[in-house]
């Protein structure tokens, strides 16, 4: 019932749904981005104690970091916030002190547990995660998708929260004939007859939606996703350890950010386009409207413990139902123990208040 752990590679995070569509963007001019009034120089410039370097790929999910620069919310914490565009490693970038903070999705658990130095210090949001189908395959839901074929990386936190769910359905996913295809490429062979479906961070599904495409899987309405976090804050703890105290501005930053695209969506939208963070209008068809979408439909979250432990242990239990999850005990009060505690304890660096 589930997929073999060698097929499980480590990937980016939220790079895999979001870097092609982020090198669309224009407005960014380069990998360091003086956006907001928070900004600073980077490179070259003498850094005080309080500067922090929040990375982003060009993704809707990230807008948190977007709006926290521009609405001046992480310097109201008492930080100095650098936009930074992530064109490359974010391993060698931590490690090179270029980078403290971003946008940590499930794709990073694996790595963590393998020693990355990287820690979860907050909630982000839940619902970035989607499915397209064409309509002419007859998918409606993860249990219509034995035989088929499905674009989304293995190993992968779409493919592994399909799997899962197919495994709680009483589904088999080695009998999904998975491909792997470029994100921007994954529509177009859809529609071409290639694949009868495919998963990934958004824009990509919602963009295929938008184009007539089925929504057959998606972090915003599935039963056992929709209550669960799909992204985090998280920080170098390279810079945690050397820096403590910029933990909670952080987190001070992020609260008030996730308040207000809670409560001004248009607006934020607006800023988000003005500042050039997410491209829109662009070949790839995503819009500001698709992106206002999105922020209406993903629930903003900061400051949430309970919400962090709840989904730090489902996220684990879906990567072990796929399969993935090396040496994990057998026993279920072991398999809780490990992850509520061995990794719960080595990952997890709550922040807030």
Known sequence: MSLTRRNFVKLSGVAAGTAALGGLLSGCGGQVTNAGDGAKEGKGSAKPDNHVVLGYWGGTCEAPIYIGIEKGYFKEAGLEPEALLITS?????????ELDCFELTPDKFKPMEQGLELAIIDSLHKGCIQGAASPESGIKTVEDLEGKKVAAAMGSIPQIQIASQMVLAGKDPSKVEWLTYPSAQMEAA???GEIDAFAQYDPWADIAVSNGATKFFSDTFDEGLKD???CFVGMSTKTLNARPEIGPMLSEGFA????FLTNNPEEAADIIVKGGYVPVNTD???????MLEEIKAYTWSSGDRKLIDDSFHEIWMQINRAGAMEDAPT?????NRYID???YNKMVKYQGK
């Open 331 to 335: 026993d279920p009060e072991e398999l």
């Open 228 to 230: 669960y976090l799909c």
């Open 256 to 259: 008030k950010a996730a308040e």
């Open 190 to 192: 859809m529609n071409a």
């Open 89 to 97: 490693d974010v391993t060698a970038l931590m490690a090179n002190d």
């Open 341 to 343: 505690e061995t990794l």
């Open 284 to 290: 790839a068809g995503f819009t500001r409207d698709i």
